[in-house]
């Protein structure tokens, strides 16, 4: 199955590009997800806060993902 990745900030200079067509098993779940791109991008796993929203809400670890869901990587965010 491929998704399509939204990547901002710091994941998109890690990734290299601000989208991504990413393949994974039909079984796949955020977790799941998020691991193979640690994986594949060892970089993000030093980000302290990375989230990942599908469908325009932050989504629990355990979430099927699908072909049509939109997925956005959101990096840690600082303020002040």
């Known amino acids: 199955m ?9 994941t998109k200079d ?8 990413y393949n994974v098993s039909s079984a796949a779940s955020v977790s799941s997800l998020k691991q193979k791109l640690i994986e594949e991008f060892p970089e993000l796993d030093s980000l302290k806060s990375l989230a990942i929203a599908v469908n325009g809400e932050y989504a ?6 699908t072909e ?6 959101i990096p840690p965010v600082s303020g002040g």
């Open 14 to 21: 890690v990734i290299g590009t601000k989208e991504l067509e």
């Open 60 to 65: 629990s670890q355990d979430l099927p993902l």
């Open 2 to 10: 491929t998704l399509n990745l939204k990547l901002f900030g710091i």
């Open 68 to 73: 049509q869901d939109e997925i956005v990587l």
